[in-house]
């Protein structure tokens, strides 16, 4: 797949690396100096480079948005037209310190930025993992046992997309039903970001967490 990064960050960086890694590919964009953005391309190894927003939507089969929660317009500013596009967003509504949900239990993150894209198909999924334990995932990939991960949104097509760059990141993925079950996952990605940070077990605390309904 084609595969945009809008926000190549913590989460972006890991995730667009990944993706390329796993054959996919992908263009970095959105970060604050071009040579970031290249130098990712030059990292993941893959079939990945540099672009704008723009040029990250324009061919892409999927997108990811990974920015904080204040930056989304600046974003959509910058993507043109995303009728049809299948984007996955891992953003969550966090206020400017990052310290609470500023959308929660009525509504979610995932569900208000849907109404800014009304003619795209959004999936929620990747903000109940830290971006720490990524590439450890990925390396584990071919282990039995992988550890799952939720995912929601509304439309069936974006859905397999979005299963599938779950299954190719390592995870074993769980759809969870429809996007307004972020209202659950989002709070509950807090509470995973809270364990990995807090707990004595680190990052890694988490990746034991999803596993363990197994
Ligand atoms: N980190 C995690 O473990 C984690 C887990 C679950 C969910 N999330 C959610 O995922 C989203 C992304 O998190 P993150 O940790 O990846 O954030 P991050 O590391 O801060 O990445 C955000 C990206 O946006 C870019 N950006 C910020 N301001 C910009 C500007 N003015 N112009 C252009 N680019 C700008 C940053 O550029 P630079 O690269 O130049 O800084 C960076 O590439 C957030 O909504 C967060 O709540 C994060």
Known sequence: ??????GSGLMGGKLGTIFARA???VIFS?????QKLKQLARNAKGKAKAGTPLDAAQEADALLLAV?????????NQTGDLS?????TCSLPMNDDDTKLIIAHTSSGAEEFAKLVPKARVVSAFNTVPSEVLFGVFEARRK?????????????SSKK???ELIRDIGFDPVDAGSLRIARYTEPF????AQLAYEGKGGPELAYRFEQFKK
């Open 1 to 6: 797949m084609r595969v945009g990064i809008l």
């Open 23 to 25: 054959g996919h590919e």
């Open 30 to 34: 959105y970060a604050r100096s071009e």
């Open 68 to 76: 904080h929660w204040s930056r989304i317009n600046d974003v959509l």
């Open 84 to 88: 049809g596009k299948v984007i996955v």
């Open 144 to 156: 039995a046992r992988r550890p799952s991960l939720v995912y929601c949104g509304d439309n069936s």
């Open 161 to 163: 997309i979005a299963a």
């Open 189 to 192: 990605a807090l509470l995973i």
